[in-house]
């Protein structure tokens, strides 16, 4: 069982940046590789960005390549999101989710459907 714990979301001016942290418990959480997904309002989830459970290979949306950053501290057992040039459209709530480890192309990790755990989200506004 992994139980996750999403923080630093906020409200924040265009341009400005944010880093939200996935924290999670349980042993195994190393072997599960991670994504990020975000819902907007009157919108469906979609995939931001996901790292393997080695951390060798990260993937990206293409809405936020060269802007966001995932990486995860297996000592420290989380996940975080560095997301710089932040945009209005960037609004949405961010959610953290984990999936097995044998989960490692972008086509099975930019799909929610392959989670099993998710956190409960943090919202981030971003205002022009």
């Known amino acids: 069982q992994v139980q996750l714990v999403e923080s630093g979301g906020g409200s924040v001016q265009a341009g400005a940046s944010l880093r939200l942290s996935c924290a999670a418990s349980?042993?195994?959480?190393?072997?599960?590789?991670v994504g990020w997904f975000r819902q907007a309002p009157g919108k469906e989830r979609e995939f931001v960005a996901a790292i393997r459970w080695s951390g060798g290979s990260t993937f990206y949306a293409d809405s936020v390549k060269g802007r966001f950053t995932i990486s995860r501290d297996f000592a420290k057992n989380t996940v975080d999101l560095q997301m710089n040039s932040l945009k209005p459209e960037d609004t949405a709530v961010y959610y953290c989710a984990a999936a097995p480890g044998y989960s490692t192309s972008y086509f099975t990790l930019s799909n929610s459907d392959g989670y099993n755990y998710w956190g409960q989200g943090t919202q981030v506004t971003v205002s022009s």
């Open positions: 349980g042993r195994t959480f190393s072997s599960y590789a």
